[in-house]
């Protein structure tokens, strides 16, 4: 299955440089981890550990691209991951290539999918709910991104089906604010806010 999808387009010319910026900081001196572990041929396997929405398959892709390595998605981006049967963990991604640059790019690349991943799947959540008690507003995001990580958290929004910036589409002059389905503040009353943070724990997100 192909591992680009529509959702890549949205992204910025220049945000592989982020993708960079990233490894340059996980591994900012000598690797001594891959020293040991050498060039030999490996193959790692991604596993879905808790229910939730896919998201980051752009930027794990673009992590192994620069480290010489090779993804193949089981999943689509935005797809519904589902724990079925009691299973414990879903395979999500197989990973091939040397085992110094599977290393390499391991965390950056599990750290950036498991936090896109807890966003859409958190913002998503309050999409669906919003829908369901009749909110005729939107779900959107607020400028509360973490430091460094702006263009992953909003991309996730973007997948959730959750506008990225706080909509207030105009009310007749004199007209009563409609109800809403949340309190929000008052320069905000028709879109609900979502929390962009997510707990690191595996019961939140992806490991």
């Excluded at 090779?70 to 085992?99: F, Y």
């Amino acid at each position: 299955m192909a591992s680009e999808d529509a959702f890549v387009d949205l992204l910025p010319t220049e945000w592989k440089a982020s993708v960079h910026a990233w490894l340059k900081e996980d591994t900012p001196a000598f690797d001594v981890g891959g020293f040991v572990v050498g060039n030999k041929p490996e193959v790692a396997h991604l596993f879905a550990k808790s229910p939730g929405m896919l998201c980051g398959v752009p930027f794990v892709d673009a992590v192994f691209e620069i480290c010489g390595c090779e993804v193949e998605w089981h999943m689509r981006e935005g797809s519904t991951i589902e724990l079925r049967d009691g299973a414990s963990k879903v395979h999500v991604a197989t990973v091939r290539g040397p085992a110094r640059k599977l290393l390499l790019g391991e965390r950056t690349a599990l750290n950036t999918l498991s936090r896109a991943s807890g966003v859409a799947t958190r913002a998503h959540s309050a999409v669906q709910k919003a829908r369901a008690a009749g909110w005729a507003g939107a779900v959107a995001g607020t400028r509360k991104t973490t430091p460094g990580f702006r263009l992953v958290e909003k991309y996730a929004l973007l997948v959730a089906g959750a506008p990225r910036a706080v909509i207030a589409p105009p009310t007749r002059r004199g007209a009563a604010a409609p109800r809403t389905a949340a309190r929000a503040p008052d320069r905000h009353h028709r879109t609900m806010a979502c929390l962009l943070y997510t707990s690191p724990s595996p019961r939140d997100g992806l490991l």
